[in-house]
């Protein structure tokens, strides 16, 4: 079976991102998220119990880390260690947003 990460993208406009998981196993997860101009909520952090290896394919984004901001452009990746805390700070508001993320490992 064949499939690709571009196709059947929601529509916009985009109420809420769309998080759709491509494959999930007892060591790992994978993920295809679709955001358009969304964000964390003011104040929350994310504070998850795996690694997360994400890249962005499509769109810009931009986290927040505690003493930090990290800007991505299509084809940046980086790798988020467990208990790492973060917070998706913006994303374009000019076109969709597609990630990639790889969930794994971590307590």
């Known amino acids: 079976m064949l499939n690709n990460l571009f196709a059947n993208l929601p529509p916009s406009p985009l109420p809420e991102e769309v998080i759709e998981t491509l494959v999930s196993t007892k060591s790992v997860r994978i993920e295809r998220i679709v955001s358009e ?9 994310y504070d998850q119990p795996e690694h997360e290896w994400v890249t962005l394919l499509k769109g810009s ?5 505690k003493d930090h901001l990290l800007s991505l452009i299509p084809g940046d990746w980086t790798l988020i260690p467990a208990h790492t805390l973060h917070r998706v700070e913006a994303t374009s508001t000019t076109e969709q947003t597609v990630w990639l993320a ?3 490992g971590g307590e």
Do not use: E, N
């Open 102 to 104: 790889i969930f794994y």
């Open 37 to 45: 101009g969304h964000c964390s909520l003011p104040d929350f952090w």
């Open 61 to 65: 984004a931009t986290i927040r880390f």
